[in-house]
């Protein structure tokens, strides 16, 4: 359980040596109070059978107390703790009725023990419920309204500090709790967008590759010269690759709109793919906004390479003015198969990080053939 490493953990059970020296000596301290007791069974002129039980009941009392504060105040021990802080409160009682004011201060450490042990729904009606029977004691015993004064301030004020801390304690626990929730999150995110880039610079080269190893087996029995080039392309192909891939696990690489556009007639051409491109970028497009668009360049231009068949693809991209404000479009439209856009992790991937810059994307197929994905992202001026 996660807890305050440095000084007493008030309500909750000590779990290492340190922390039961630490919190023993704070305790300690507390007792110093009861030098009013003990002085009065020393000198108080009882008498012997008096002083024995007075002793008797003072460590009982001492013990009790102790366990109390000691204690972690779970759910299912509450009913124990009420049980226990009346039995301190009965003990507290019969010793000030039996042997006089000085045994008042008792009731202060049943106010104390209360905060400390229970629950801070709970203690907040035992505190004044003890200060309540102390000030009943009080007028009960000889010449202890004299000592009532001095004995509400500590009991009230001791009580609820008890709880307060209580508290405060608890809500440190639960930041730190949540701080260790916000991590893991973060860790978590950390590898969703590791999953995301490496799935997108892979999926890209390594279909690529594919294609242009096929063509260069087709054409070298014939035209080894043109199969060797096409292997040549292979090897810078990979070793880009494997530089895309260092980058992201790096978190420094940011796709641009150029270079994918570069790489998608690229792509495109050794597809046997008709490419369609647009000769201009949008200027000062900022960073995030270009990184997913590029992304979803990317992913489309992979996508129509691997699965669709086209024979032409026409990407579309620019700025315009809507209703909501300024927007930047990226349309890549091919006219193969078509087919339902089937939810995957590139699909969710490009969504996931579309909706980071605020933006939308829209995939689907168009007529009987063809398919088309749309992604749009506004434009803050």
């Given at each position: 359980?996660?807890?305050?490493?440095?000084?007493p953990?008030?309500?909750?059970r000590?779990?290492?040596?340190?922390?039961k020296?630490?919190?023993?000596?704070?305790?300690s301290?507390?007792?110093?109070?009861l030098?009013a007791p003990?002085t009065d069974?020393?000198?108080?002129g009882h008498s012997l059978?008096a002083r024995l039980?007075?002793g008797?009941?003072l460590?009982?009392f001492?013990?009790?107390?102790l366990a109390?504060?000691?204690?972690?105040?779970?759910?299912?021990?509450?009913r124990?703790?009420l049980?226990?802080?009346a039995?301190?409160s009965?003990?507290?009682?019969?010793?000030?009725l039996s042997?006089?004011?000085?045994?008042?201060?008792?009731f202060v450490?049943?106010?104390?023990s209360?905060?400390a042990a229970l629950?801070g729904?709970?203690?907040r009606?035992t505190?004044?419920?003890?200060t309540?029977?102390?000030?009943a004691t009080s007028?009960?015993?000889?010449?202890g309204?004299?000592?009532?004064?001095?004995?509400?301030?500590?009991?009230v004020m001791?009580?609820?500090a008890?709880?307060g801390?209580?508290a405060m304690i608890?809500?440190?626990i639960?930041l730190r709790e949540?701080?260790a929730?916000v991590a893991?999150?973060?860790a978590?995110e950390?590898?969703?967008?590791?999953?995301r880039?490496l799935?997108d610079?892979?999926?890209h080269?390594l279909?690529l590759i594919?294609l242009?190893?096929e063509?260069?087996g087709r054409?070298?029995p014939?035209?080894?010269?043109?199969?060797?080039q096409?292997?040549?392309?292979i090897?810078q192909v990979?070793?880009q690759?494997l530089v895309?891939?260092?980058?992201?696990?790096?978190?420094?690489?940011?796709?641009?709109?150029?270079g994918?556009?570069?790489?998608a007639?690229?792509?495109?051409?050794?597809?046997?793919?008709?490419?369609?491109?647009p000769t201009?970028v949008?200027?000062d497009?900022?960073?995030?906004?270009?990184?997913a668009?590029?992304?979803?360049?990317r992913?489309a231009?992979?996508?129509?390479v691997r699965?669709s068949g086209?024979?032409r693809?026409?990407i579309t991209l620019?700025a315009?003015q809507?209703?909501?404000?300024?927007?930047?479009?990226l349309?890549v439209?091919d006219?193969?198969?078509?087919g339902?856009?089937?939810?995957?992790n590139?699909?969710?991937?490009l969504?996931e990080r579309?909706?980071?810059?605020?933006?939308?994307l829209?995939?689907g197929?168009v007529?009987?053939?063809?398919?088309?994905l749309?992604a749009?992202?506004?434009?803050?001026l």
């Open positions: 359980m996660t807890g305050v490493d440095a000084g953990r008030v309500g909750v000590p779990e290492t040596r340190r922390h020296i630490v919190k023993s000596m704070w305790i301290l507390w007792l110093f109070y030098s003990v069974l020393v000198s108080g059978q039980l007075g008797l009941g460590a009982a001492v013990a009790w107390y109390l504060v000691f204690r972690t105040a779970r759910e299912s021990e509450v124990w703790l049980i226990s802080v039995a301190l009965a003990q507290a009682t019969i010793l000030s042997l006089g004011r000085e045994w008042l201060v008792l450490y049943v106010s104390i209360s905060g629950p729904g709970i203690s009606w505190v004044p419920g003890a309540a029977l102390l000030t007028l009960a015993v000889p010449g309204d004299a000592y009532l004064a001095g004995l509400l301030i500590p009991a001791g009580g609820y008890m709880v801390i209580r608890r809500t440190t639960e949540a701080r929730t893991q999150l973060a978590n950390e590898r969703l967008r590791m999953a880039d799935h610079l892979l999926g080269s279909s594919t242009k190893s063509l260069a054409m070298l014939d035209r080894p010269e043109l199969a060797a096409q292997v040549a392309d090897e990979s070793r690759a895309d891939v260092r980058e992201a696990v790096s978190g420094y690489r940011r796709p641009t709109l150029p994918e556009l570069a790489g007639r690229t792509a495109l051409t050794a597809a046997g793919v008709l490419a369609d491109l201009e949008p200027d497009l900022p960073q995030e906004v270009e990184s668009l590029a992304w979803s360049l992913e231009v992979t996508n129509a699965h086209a024979k693809c026409t620019g315009r809507t209703l909501a404000g300024k927007v930047v479009e349309t439209f006219d193969g198969a078509g339902a856009a089937v939810p995957g590139g699909l969710t991937g969504t579309l909706q980071a810059v605020g933006g939308t829209e995939a197929p007529g009987r053939t063809g398919f088309r749309l749009r992202v506004p434009l803050v």
